[in-house]
């Protein structure tokens, strides 16, 4: 089984609505990182999470660490068209490198 | 300062044939990663290295990929001979300068084989 599962899969929202995703780990959490990706290209770094209780802004989007849940949360507040794409979350469970979740495609009709 | 710069962006081959892939990571960072991620999947670790020496390679199928980072630069990632499910998404990643877990990715190399 994956040891950081994203909820859910697929997304598909009208423009202006909030949405939340969600990213679980299995394991202790030493950090979270949340990344958004274009089809087929890189990935842009968004937010990283080490704190319990954390919570970090950019512009319409807001994630949350929970450690007791070892979850993170990722909220977009009246989602525009430019944030389609896929949310992919990693975690660092201290062994020096990050695993990653299976991501989160995001869809906004205008 | 530059991002991390990747080539080719696409490479489309025919299974059994050979493919390589070059990073050129953001200067000064002595870590490079080269990931491969499957459409659908996350990123999947193939190697890390620090400087011009392997860290991590335990997931990199040795019998067909191989990498090397010459003067601790830039690196190659080369597959042979290519399979069908070699067809993914390689990215190439530099760690930030905090000292954490971030990293930045470069753009990617798509590949497809028939």
């Known amino acids: 089984s994956q040891e950081l599962e994203q909820s859910p899969q697929s997304l598909i929202v009208q423009e202006g609505k909030n949405l939340t995703i969600n990213c679980t780990s299995s394991?202790?959490?030493?950090?979270l990182y949340w990344y958004k990706q274009k089809y087929g290209e890189g990935l842009i770094f968004l937010m990283m999470?080490?704190?319990g209780g954390e919570e970090k802004s950019h512009e319409k989007i807001t994630a949350k660490l929970d450690e007791k849940k070892q979850q993170s949360s990722l909220h977009i507040t009246a989602s525009q068209p430019s944030h389609a794409g896929i949310y992919l979350c990693?975690?660092?469970?201290?062994?020096?490198?990050?695993?990653w979740g299976l991501g989160t495609s995001l869809a906004v009709n205008p | 300062e530059a991002g991390v710069a990747q080539s080719p962006r696409y490479k489309i081959i025919e299974k059994r044939q050979s493919v390589a892939f070059w990073c050129n990571p953001i200067?000064?960072?002595?870590?490079l990663y080269w990931y491969q991620q499957i459409l659908g999947q996350g990123p999947k670790l193939l190697i890390q290295?620090?400087?011009?020496?392997?860290?991590?390679d335990s997931q990199l199928p040795k019998d067909r990929f191989s990498a090397e980072r010459l003067k601790g630069v830039d690196s190659t990632l080369k597959i042979q001979p290519a399979k069908l499910e070699d067809s993914a998404v390689y990215l190439c990643?530099?760690?930030?300068?905090?000292?954490?877990?971030?990293?930045?990715f470069g753009p990617g190399t798509r590949l497809t084989v028939l």
């Open positions: 990693g975690a660092d469970l201290n062994n020096r490198k990050l695993i």
């Open positions: 999470l080490q704190k």
């Open positions: 394991k202790t959490l030493y950090g």
């Open positions: 990643a530099s760690p930030g300068l905090a000292g954490n877990n971030e990293q930045f």
């Open positions: 290295f620090q400087n011009n020496g392997v860290v991590d």
């Open positions: 200067s000064g960072h002595a870590t």
